[in-house]
Nanobody, 126 residues
Framework: VQLQAFGGGMVQAGDSLSLSCAAAGGAVSSYAMGWFRQAPGKEREFVVAISRSGRGTYYADFAEGRFTISRDDAKNTVHLQLNSLKSEDTAIYYC????????????????????WGQGTLVTVSS
């Protein structure tokens, strides 16, 4: 499956942004989906993930209460709503897909993910 993340841009602190991850060559419904990010000069880190069923989610502490992941299997897309953005949220955001038989598992490690999109840049100015 090929993944493409889009929706990034330049915003001010406190603003919101909506990212999307579109899949081609495979059904998003077959995968647990996750978002990761990599800030300048830092390692890529986990942001949030959602199970195949959509009933399970897991957020990094910094994302809890500000970011929301959702999936639209009919449109083969996963969304990440970013609210109350801070300058430290500046990063390239990547979506990824993990294959699991379980519909409830929410993978949190990069090694759990098989497919990766190319990333979309989010820049938050203070």
């Amino acid at each position: 499956v090929q993944l493409q993340a889009f929706g990034g841009g330049m915003v001010q602190a406190g603003d919101s942004l909506s990212l999307s991850c579109a899949a081609a060559g495979g059904a998003v419904s077959s995968y647990a989906m996750g978002w990761f990010r990599q800030a300048p000069g830092k390692e890529r880190e986990f942001v949030v993930a959602i199970s195949r069923s959509g009933r399970g989610t897991y957020y990094a502490d910094f994302a809890e209460g500000r970011f929301t992941i959702s999936r639209d299997d009919a449109k083969n897309t996963v969304h990440l709503q970013l609210n109350s953005l801070k300058s430290e949220d500046t990063a390239i955001y990547y979506c990824a897909a993990a294959i699991y038989a379980s519909t409830l598992r929410v993978p949190k490690l990069q090694m759990d993910y098989r497919y990766w999109g190319q990333g979309t840049l989010v820049t938050v100015s203070s």
